[in-house]
Nanobody, 119 residues
Framework: QVQLVESGGGLVQAGGSLSLSCAAS????????MGWYRQAPGKQRELVAS???????NYADSVKGRFTISRDNGKNTVYLQMNSLKPEDTAVYSC?????????????WGQGTQVTVPS
């Protein structure tokens, strides 16, 4: 079992910056990938960025060059630095942790945090 607690988010003007963090607890040694997803009203949830335990990152095209994901394995925390925010970045952002065990893949989710960028 993994528990994810997110912090950060809020309201910021276009062009501004926000930082999200997600602290994991529980069976953290088994976490392979951590990432951030977002879901805007009326839209499907989409991957924003992910990072493996080895530090390999992956970004959605829409955030490349603006968002940076990082991970502190010692603190079991993943961060998402969001710069040059746009109104279309408005969404609920959720932290995700993937455990790949012999028994299968297990996904865990945080409670979600709202990011609002007014147009």
């Amino acid at each position: 079992q993994v528990q994810l607690v997110e912090s950060g988010g809020g309201l910021v003007q276009a062009g501004g910056s926000l930082s999200l963090s997600c602290a994991a607890s529980g069976t953290t040694l088994s976490i392979n990938v951590m990432g951030w997803y977002r879901q805007a009203p009326g839209k499907q949830r989409e991957l924003v960025a992910s990072i493996t335990s080895g530090g390999t990152t992956n970004y959605a095209d829409s955030v490349k060059g603006r968002f940076t994901i990082s991970r502190d394995n010692g603190k079991n925390t993943v961060y998402l630095q969001m710069n040059s925010l746009k109104p279309e970045d408005t969404a609920v952002y959720s932290c995700n942790a993937i455990l790949r065990l012999r028994s299968g893949r297990y996904d865990y989710w945080g409670q979600g945090t709202q990011v609002t960028v007014p147009s």
